[in-house]
């Protein structure tokens, strides 16, 4: 009974600071057009997604992590080669 006395005492509730949000710009508010979206880059381990696409397997595999090269060489499953394929058919459409 009295550690708990002594924990609320010595560890007071903070409350997070409260800054005032900006008013809405009005010219923003005129513009009819929808702003843009701008996409992020993919990459993995410095590498673009068009480039990661052209590669084949065994260069991917070399780009993998221990893990993943292991299931990689032991063959892996149906959905992932499902969407290895999908994601390259979709490349060679676009």
């Known amino acids: ?4 006395t002594w924990l609320k005492r010595a560890r007071p509730r903070r409350r997070r600071p409260v800054f ?3 008013p809405p710009d009005k010219a923003m508010a005129d513009d009819d057009q929808p702003k843009k979206r701008t996409f992020r ?3 993995y381990r410095g590498v673009d997604l ?3 696409l052209d590669m084949s397997n065994q ?3 070399e780009l993998f ?8 060489s032991r063959g892996i499953k149906r959905k992932p080669i ?4 999908k994601l390259r ?4 459409e676009t």
């Open 1 to 4: 009974c009295d550690t708990d």
């Open 20 to 22: 005032p949000r900006p």
């Open 41 to 43: 880059k993919y990459s």
């Open 50 to 52: 068009d480039k990661l």
């Open 59 to 61: 260069d991917l595999m």
């Open 65 to 72: 992590r221990a893990r993943q090269r292991r299931k990689f």
């Open 82 to 85: 499902a969407l290895l394929k």
């Open 89 to 92: 058919k979709a490349k060679r």
